[in-house]
Nanobody
């Protein structure tokens, strides 16, 4: 199974930006980002098809977040702009090996990274 490693998290002030990266150990197919805040369930953020031509976002995030990928580097990115304190969470990338069409549920993904912490201060 492919190994996923996230990076790029950190502490940022409200209104700032961060770009998360997710490096895979091999070829991946549909990829997604999720996040989990303390005391809350893991929630869907965004997903991208293998070609990169199809993306889908959580409705509340689509105006501020952008998912992209570089298949030559086996890497998926999440550009996060205009960050808010409520965006504070551990962000996880995930890989779907079964060919779901833009999956939004955690159970549709097969491989997960260890997560990277994003903290947005007010």
């Amino acid at each position: 199974q492919v190994q996923l490693v996230e990076s790029g998290g950190g502490l940022v002030q409200a209104g700032g930006s961060l770009r998360l990266s997710c490096a895979a150990s091999g070829r991946t197919f549909t990829m997604g980002w999720f996040r989990q805040a303390p005391g809350k369930e893991r929630e869907f953020v965004a997903t991208i098809s293998y070609s990169g031509s199809n993306t889908y976002y959580a409705n509340s995030l689509k105006d501020r977040f952008l998912i992209s990928r570089d298949n030559a580097k086996n890497t998926v990115y999440l550009q996060m702009n205009s960050l808010r304190p409520e965006d504070t969470a551990v962000y996880y990338c995930a890989a779907d090996h079964r060919g779901h069409a833009l999956p939004t549920e955690a159970f549709e993904y097969d491989s997960w990274g260890q997560g990277t912490q994003v903290t947005v201060s007010s």
